[in-house]
């Protein structure tokens, strides 16, 4: 007997399905991964090659969410628990 999860995992890998899995999820936890205030500014688009891309609604927040790149990509692979994003990059939209 397996667990539902464990049959799940497998068939996102199989189907590959799992990088647009981990960008709902991104989507839909952003709050809390990011903070509120980075959120209400910023949102991941999607992932590729183990790099994010996240839009953000002005050149001001561009600039400053520059900054904290390294604690993003922290706070991502801490919340999935696994190294799953590299980098980060921003792009207005």
Known sequence: MQKVSGILVKLLKQYGL???????????????????IIATHS???DIRYRKL???????VWLQE???YKEELVNNI????????????FFKIG
């Open 18 to 36: 799992e990088g647009k899995m981990m960008e709902y999820t991104l989507a839909e936890k952003w709050e809390t991964i990011a903070g509120s």
């Open 43 to 45: 949102k991941p688009s």
């Open 53 to 59: 891309y996240i839009i953000v609604d002005s050149p």
């Open 65 to 67: 969410l520059s900054f």
């Open 77 to 88: 692979n801490n919340y999935f628990g696994r190294k799953v994003i590299n980098d980060v």
